[in-house]
């Protein structure tokens, strides 16, 4: 069964820092591209990071130079450190595994950010 566990979201004041990690079933993990999304109350699903099998990285403008993600195929597992967090950042964070015949998503993790 595949599976996508997040963990890390919570409240921090603007400017401070969070990390998010999702373990994911190795037969998913290995060979595919992981993503983070998020989603903000009203607003649709955007990308916000990606990393390939080979680690290669795509970040959404918006967090360039504050975000950064990366993976540890030992451990199957996916980060997001985000730094000099903004309230805009505020949303739900999914973790994400682009297999190539579909997309699985894990549960989500709020991330609030306070002003």
Request: charged letters at 15%.
């Amino acid at each position: 069964q595949v599976q996508l566990v997040e963990s890390g979201g919570g409240l921090v004041q603007a400017g401070g820092s969070l990390r998010l990690s999702c373990a994911a079933s190795r037969s998913i993990f290995s060979t595919n591209p992981m993503g983070w999304y998020r989603q903000a109350p009203g607003k649709q699903r955007e990308l916000v990071a990606v990393i390939t099998s080979g680690g290669s990285t795509n970040y959404a403008d918006s967090v360039k130079g504050r975000f950064t993600i990366s993976r540890d195929n030992a451990k199957n597992t996916v980060y997001l450190q985000m730094n000099s967090l903004k309230p805009e950042d505020t949303a739900v964070y999914y973790c994400n595994a682009q297999a190539p015949t579909r997309y699985y998503w894990g549960q989500g993790t709020q991330v609030t950010v306070s002003s």
